[in-house]
Nanobody, 122 residues
Framework: HVQLVESGGSSVQAGGSLNLSCVVSGYPFSRACLAWFRQAPGKEREGVAVVEADGTAYHADSVKGRFTVSKDKAANTLTLQMNSLKPEDTAMYYC?????????????????WGQGTQVTVS
C-alpha cells in the first residue's frame, strides 16, 4: 500500500520561509522519481521541483534560487525548503512519485500522490 503524506504547510508573510516534508511508504524510494507540484485555485497543477533516483534535482524557473528540493533516503522523506516566499507561491502543495523522471512537469503521468498541504503567503 503506497502512501505519500505531506506536512509543513502554513500561513506566512511574504519573504518568509517554510519547509515541506513528504514521507513515502510502500514504494521503492531509492528508485523513485519524486516531485513537488502545486495548484492554486482556478489554475492548472504545475511542477515545482523534482529529484531523480540518483539525487539529481531540478527546479521550475519560477522557484529557482528560492526553493530547494532534497531527499533523505534513510527517512524515506522528500523535502522542499522554501525561502523568500511570495504571494504568488500560495497554493496547495503535493508530492508525487513515479518510475523515471522524463517529462516530470507533466502531472498526469505521476502514479502516486499525497493529499496535499496548504501554503498561504500574504
Amino acid at each position: 500500500h503506497v502512501q505519500l503524506v505531506e506536512s509543513g504547510g502554513s500561513s506566512v508573510q511574504a519573504g518568509g520561509s517554510l519547509n515541506l516534508s513528504c514521507v513515502v511508504s510502500g514504494y521503492p524510494f531509492s528508485r523513485a522519481c519524486l516531485a513537488w507540484f502545486r495548484q492554486a485555485p482556478g489554475k492548472e497543477r504545475e511542477g515545482v521541483a523534482v529529484v531523480e533516483a540518483d539525487g539529481t534535482a531540478y527546479h521550475a524557473d519560477s522557484v529557482k534560487g528560492r526553493f530547494t528540493v532534497s531527499k533523505d533516503k534513510a527517512a524515506n522523506t522528500l523535502t522542499l525548503q522554501m525561502n523568500s516566499l511570495k504571494p504568488e507561491d500560495t497554493a496547495m502543495y503535493y508530492c508525487a512519485a513515479k518510475r523515471g523522471c522524463s517529462s516530470w512537469k507533466e502531472y498526469r503521468i505521476f502514479d502516486y500522490w499525497g493529499q496535499g498541504t496548504q501554503v498561504t503567503v500574504s
